[in-house]
């Protein structure tokens, strides 16, 4: 690290070349040398990392590395250990939002106290009693814990389909792609846990493994979010951007709490009820928008439309959709609506229907008590250019049911 010190206020000021040492820093320890030595070479070099910083070299991590997910959680943990106490103050501002009941970022944030909460007066303390004996009243009081948290999913889910569409608008991906893929393993953990505990049959070390390792990630990413990823959104979102953020949250719901209370800023808040009169001329006939919106979501499924580009451009809002669906996804590339483990599935679709391979792909699967049934087509124009894919989602569990008829006539 000696070619750093030579005009070290100089280089410093240079935020290209500031950039390039943390970076260098932190390839350092990617490389295996020694964290306390790494910690140094930060603290003499570095001293404070920005929010915008932390943006740009996750996001350069992402982009110029394909890390397997394991490797990418410990290094996320060594970057975890680095920023810690490292991180640069914002400037404090007048009147913070983000601290007003109601306000999305206030309700992550209570309902990350009461996840604490539940891992150290429960989770914790029953973890310890089970390690002193695995009895099935310590199993019980386990699986109980572990049901309850469970309901994380409502809080990943409203970060990853409400703040992360608006990060990437603004050009910040890497703590977007990064913490998705850690949230399913944190989720995909949970229920291993879950599933060892209902079965529990003297697996003790397995079960204590995971669960410490879920409380481990739990605590961590709660970190991640309150220092990194909140910052940053409170720096870069508009005050009507939060307001559709928590106007969606409903849809979603929260995890172990609800709100405090509903936010309203002080000037008036978007109108919700506002809809065009305009017309649509088709041509088989004449509708309003409004008639034309009211019929879509009055189907009996589900419609996502996304266009040749791959970009979200509509999707349809029934009474009770099967999949969680937020305005926020409208104007985003499907790729980044989808984990990034299913990614490669949703694009090997998208390929074949854009060079004509295929012109619809259907699947089936359980989910919750609904059998849905998922139907993807190509929409093509009457040249036969690829204009977009339409996405049908129905429960039909309800029609595998019908028997003999009911007419209409008799």
């Known amino acids: 690290m000696s070619e750093f010190i030579n005009n070290r206020e100089k280089r410093i000021s240079n935020n290209t070349y500031r950039l390039a040492i943390i970076k260098q820093i932190f390839q350092d320890l990617h490389n295996g040398k020694n964290l306390d030595e790494v910690k140094a070479h930060f603290d003499a070099f570095v001293g404070r990392i920005t929010i915008d910083e932390i943006s740009q070299l996750q996001h350069d991590l992402a982009n110029e590395n394909s890390i397997p997910t394991e490797e990418l959680m410990k290094i996320y ?81 409203r970060k990853e389909n409400l703040i992360f569409p608006y990060l990437e608008k603004y050009g910040i991906f890497g703590p977007t792609t990064n913490m998705w893929r850690i949230n399913d393993f944190i989720r995909d953990s949970i229920k291993d846990a879950k599933q060892k505990l209902v ?124 999949f969680a669906r937020t305005k926020a996804i409208i104007g985003r590339t499907v790729q980044n609506c989808h984990p990034p483990r299913s990614v490669h599935v949703v694009e090997e679709l998208l390929a074949d229907f854009k060079a004509g391979r295929k012109d619809s792909e259907d699947f089936w699967i359980q989910f919750k008590d609904k059998y849905v049934y998922i139907r993807y087509f190509a929409v093509r124009d009457a040249e036969g250019t690829y204009a977009g894919t339409l996405e049908l989602t129905q429960n039909i569990a309800p029609i595998k049911m019908i028997d003999g008829e009911k007419r209409i006539l008799y």
């Open 77 to 157: 943990h060594e970057h975890s250990d680095m920023f810690n106490g490292r991180i640069e103050e914002e400037a404090p501002h007048a009147g913070k939002p983000e601290d007003q009941p109601g306000h999305p970022v206030h309700t992550f944030k209570f309902e990350n106290h009461e996840i604490e909460k539940l891992i150290e007066n429960k989770l914790e303390v029953h973890l310890e009693q089970f390690m002193e004996e695995d009895s099935q009243d310590h199993v019980f009081l386990l699986l109980e814990d572990v049901n309850l948290l469970l309901d994380i999913d409502k809080h990943y889910s």
């Open 199 to 322: 079965h529990y049959n003297g697996n003790k070390q397995s079960l204590i493994d995971v669960l410490q390792f879920v409380i481990q990630e739990v605590i961590g990413m709660i970190y991640k979010e309150e220092n990194i990823l909140f910052p940053m959104a409170i720096k870069n979102f508009t005050e009507d951007e939060w307001v559709k953020i928590a106007q969606e949250s409903d849809e979603i719901g929260y995890c172990l709490i609800a709100p405090a209370e509903e936010w309203k800023p002080e000037r008036k808040g978007l109108d919700k009820n506002a809809t065009s009169e305009g017309f649509i001329k088709l041509e088989t006939g004449i509708l309003s928008l409004k008639q034309l919106e009211l019929m879509l979501n009055h189907l009996p499924i589900d419609i996502t439309f996304i266009d040749q580009d791959d970009v979200v451009r509509y999707f349809s809002h029934g009474k009770e959709r099967i």
